[in-house]
C-alpha cells in the first residue's frame, strides 16, 4: 500500500534556528536560579526554577492543557504573548503562602477561582523577572493587555503567529510543574539575529607561516626607531627641583638590565655595557609580551 506524500508546509511566520533556539535556552539556564531567589524573596517562600526547553508553535494557544493563563501586550509593536501555569502549581502557591500543609497536587483538578487569582498574580511577577531578562536583547516591555474585550483583529493575526515557547520547571513544596511563555516570534526574531551570528576570531598575518617569507621581505626596507631604556628611577619631586649643574644622580650599576624599544612596543631586554670604547646592549631575551597588541 502507498501512502500520499504530503506537501511541506513552512510553519507560519517562519522559524528559528537550533543554534538560536540552544542560545537562548543556555540564557534563560543561566538566569533561572537568579530569577527563582527574586521571586523566592519577594513572596516570602522558597520555589526553584529551572528552564527545560525552547519550542515553536503556531498559534497564541499554551501547550500546558487546562492550565491558568495570563496575556499580556509586548511593546514596541502591538504583539501579543502569554503566560501559562499547570492548574496544580495554582493550589501549590496558595499552600505556599498560607505556610500551609501541601496538599495532594492533582494535575487534573481544575483550579479554583482563588488559585486562579494568586497563579495570577504570580505569573504577573515572573513575567517582570522575564522582561529584565529579554531587556537585555533590546528594548521591550510586556505590559496587561488594554482593558475592554480582546481585538479581533489581534485574536487573528494571534491564530496565525507562531510562537516561541520557553518552557520552565517550577518546584514548589517539591512538587515540579509546567510553567510556559509563548512569545511571537516577529517579536523574537529581531532581538535574537546576534544570537546567530559565530564569534568569530580574525587569525593575525603573522600566525599563518605561509606568510612569513612575505612578511619578512616586507619588513627588510622599513625604519624603525630604536631606544635602550637603562634606567626608570623614582626621584621625589623636591629633588628635581634642586638639582644644579654637576649634580649626580644615581640611575643604577653598569650592567643592570635595561630595555630596548623598538617604536612604543618593549622587545628585547638586555644589559647596559661598554664595547671597544661605545656604549652597548647586550641582548638577554625577548620581552613576553602580545606584541601584536601593541
Known amino acids: 500500500m502507498t501512502e500520499t506524500a504530503r506537501p511541506y508546509v513552512p510553519a507560519p511566520g517562519g522559524t528559528l534556528s537550533r543554534k538560536i533556539r540552544d542560545a537562548l535556552l543556555g540564557i534563560h539556564a543561566q538566569q533561572a536560579a537568579k530569577i527563582a531567589a ?3 524573596s519577594r513572596l516570602g517562600f522558597a520555589l526553584k526554577l529551572k528552564a527545560v526547553s525552547v519550542d515553536m508553535s503556531t498559534g497564541a494557544v499554551p501547550l500546558i492543557e487546562g492550565g491558568v493563563e495570563t496575556l499580556f501586550a509586548i511593546r514596541p509593536g502591538d504583539g501579543r504573548g502569554y503566560a501559562a501555569l499547570e ?8 499552600d505556599a503562602a498560607l505556610n500551609a500543609p ?22 504577573d511577577l515572573f ?6 531578562l529579554w531587556e537585555t536583547l533590546g528594548e521591550c516591555a510586556f505590559t496587561p493587555p488594554p482593558a475592554g474585550p480582546p481585538d479581533e483583529s489581534a485574536l487573528r493575526k494571534a491564530a496565525l503567529e507562531t510562537y516561541v515557547v520557553n518552557r520552565f520547571s517550577l518546584d514548589l513544596q517539591g512538587v515540579a510543574c509546567a510553567l510556559d511563555t ?17 564569534t568569530e576570531q ?7 607561516p605561509k606568510m612569513v617569507p612575505h612578511l619578512k621581505k616586507k619588513m627588510e626596507g ?12 623614582d626621584v621625589f619631586l623636591r629633588e628635581m627641583v634642586e638639582l644644579e649643574p654637576g649634580d649626580v644622580l644615581n640611575v643604577g650599576r653598569l650592567g643592570a638590565e635595561a630595555v630596548l624599544m623598538v617604536g612604543p612596543a618593549a622587545l628585547y631586554r638586555g644589559q647596559a655595557g661598554v664595547i671597544n670604547g661605545h656604549r652597548a646592549l647586550r641582548i638577554l631575551g625577548v620581552v613576553k609580551t602580545d606584541r601584536r597588541s601593541t
Open 87 to 94: 492548574p496544580r502549581a495554582a493550589r501549590l502557591l496558595v
Open 182 to 198: 509563548g512569545l511571537p516570534l516577529s517579536f523574537v526574531k529581531p532581538l535574537t539575529l546576534s544570537l546567530e551570528k559565530p
Open 202 to 208: 580574525t587569525a593575525s598575518l603573522a600566525d599563518d
Open 127 to 132: 513575567l517582570s523577572r522575564i522582561n529584565a
Open 222 to 233: 622599513v625604519l624603525v626607531p630604536v631606544r635602550a631604556y637603562l634606567a626608570e628611577p
Open 38 to 40: 527574586e521571586l523566592s
Open 102 to 123: 501541601v496538599r495532594p497536587a492533582d494535575s487534573k483538578a481544575e483550579a479554583t477561582a482563588v488559585e486562579r487569582k494568586v497563579a495570577e498574580g504570580f505569573m
